[in-house]
């Protein structure tokens, strides 16, 4: 299984980006999709989370501003940030709780990262 992400890049502040990030392989189920970021010298924190069923959170520093989606025929996750501010800067990695053909449970895979740089 591989998680490939993809939108990053430089915008102003104020501006808009959409990142995706696509599931693929032996993949049996999708439950929760995710997307997380780390600026540099920080830990990784979540940004936004979708379940199975349809449900999302924010983080409260994002609410109003970017909105998770996903495409479950796809297995692709959406974040569609508007608004940047230049502290959104960071590398954004996706996340996705994944059940794998042919074994047992749920296991967590991640992007390898895109970095979105905001100007102010």
């Known amino acids: 299984v591989q998680l490939q992400a993809s939108g990053g890049g430089l915008v102003q502040a104020g501006g808009s980006l959409r990142l995706s990030c696509a599931a693929s392989?032996?993949?049996?189920?999708?439950?929760?999709m995710a997307w997380y970021r780390q600026g540099p010298g920080y830990q990784r924190d979540l940004v936004a989370a979708?379940?199975?069923?349809?449900?999302?959170n924010y983080a409260d520093s994002v609410k109003g501003r970017f909105t998770i989606s996903r495409d479950n025929a796809k297995n692709t996750v959406y974040l569609q940030m508007n608004s940047l501010k230049p502290e959104d800067a960071a590398v954004y990695y996706c996340?996705?709780?994944?059940?794998?053909?042919?074994?047992?449970?749920?296991?967590?895979?991640w992007g390898q990262g895109t970095l979105v740089t905001v100007s102010s």
């Open positions: 392989g032996s993949i049996f189920s999708i439950n929760d």
């Open positions: 996340n996705a709780r994944i059940k794998v053909v042919g074994k047992g449970g749920t296991y967590d895979y």
């Open positions: 979708s379940t199975s069923g349809g449900s999302t």
